[in-house]
């Protein structure tokens, strides 16, 4: 193998490793040391490869949003002069899939999901480069939804709502199985949970928006 070789299959194998030591431990807990250990490369490669623990992150989290999205983070394989709430669904069903992810994409899952309440600097760079080109879209989604003069408060507030429900399947997945709520949350039940969270999201919309026109 020539060093050249050598070198990426070396940076290779931090990434994949340090993605499930971070997914499972987070950026503080993890030690760089059990990194390289699993990994099979000296403390040294991270360095090399990476400047340092926090550049090693930022990379490993980068790439994760990537596989989980996509070179697009908005390409959610739909018209876009489709009816908003075809649009709606669509972003339901795209962040579900994403939420709900099983084999490696749940690793990067976990891993973007731990960093959401867990922050650190890396943030910055999954929000604007991922997380907020989907929040704009369903906010433009929301202003169809809602109508000319909808108060922007309330648009912001709806998709805070919407997001949230997706999120509730990924956090409080144990509990929603051991409750009984789900029977499963496996890749066959993400259609019937988008439909269910659209449909009952645009409900609460149409009644939200006639009580805004009202005023």
């Known amino acids: 193998m020539t060093r050249s070789n050598s070198n990426s299959t070396s940076r290779q194998r931090l990434?994949?490793?340090a993605t499930e030591v971070f997914a499972e431990q987070g950026f503080h807990n993890a030690r760089v040391r059990d990194i390289c250990g699993r990994a099979g490369v000296n403390v040294a490669a991270i360095n090399y490869h990476f400047g340092d623990k926090k550049g090693l992150y930022e990379e490993v989290l980068a790439h994760a949003f990537r596989?989980?999205?996509?070179?697009?983070?908005?390409?959610?394989?739909?018209?876009?002069?489709?009816?908003?709430?075809q649009r709606l669904e669509a972003f339901v069903l795209n962040l579900l899939s994403q939420l709900l992810s099983e084999g490696r994409r749940a690793t990067y899952t976990r891993l973007?999901?731990?960093?959401?309440?867990?922050a650190t600097d890396a943030l910055t760079r999954v929000i604007e480069e991922g997380i907020r080109p989907q929040v704009d879209l369903l906010l433009e989604v929301l202003g169809d939804l809602l109508g000319p003069g909808a108060d922007e408060s309330l648009t912001?507030?709806?998709v805070s709502s919407i997001i949230g429900q997706c999120l509730f399947y990924h956090f409080a997945r144990p509990a929603i199985l051991q409750l009984s709520l789900e029977e499963h949350l496996q890749p066959q039940a993400i259609q019937p949970l988008a439909s269910h969270v659209t449909a009952f999201s645009l409900a609460a919309i149409e009644r939200l928006a006639a009580k805004a026109h009202a005023h």
């Open 15 to 17: 990434l994949e490793i």
């Open 67 to 85: 596989e989980l999205t996509g070179d697009d983070p908005t390409d959610f394989d739909f018209d876009p002069a489709a009816p908003a709430e």
């Open 112 to 118: 973007v999901a731990r960093e959401m309440v867990d």
């Open 156 to 158: 912001r507030r709806c």
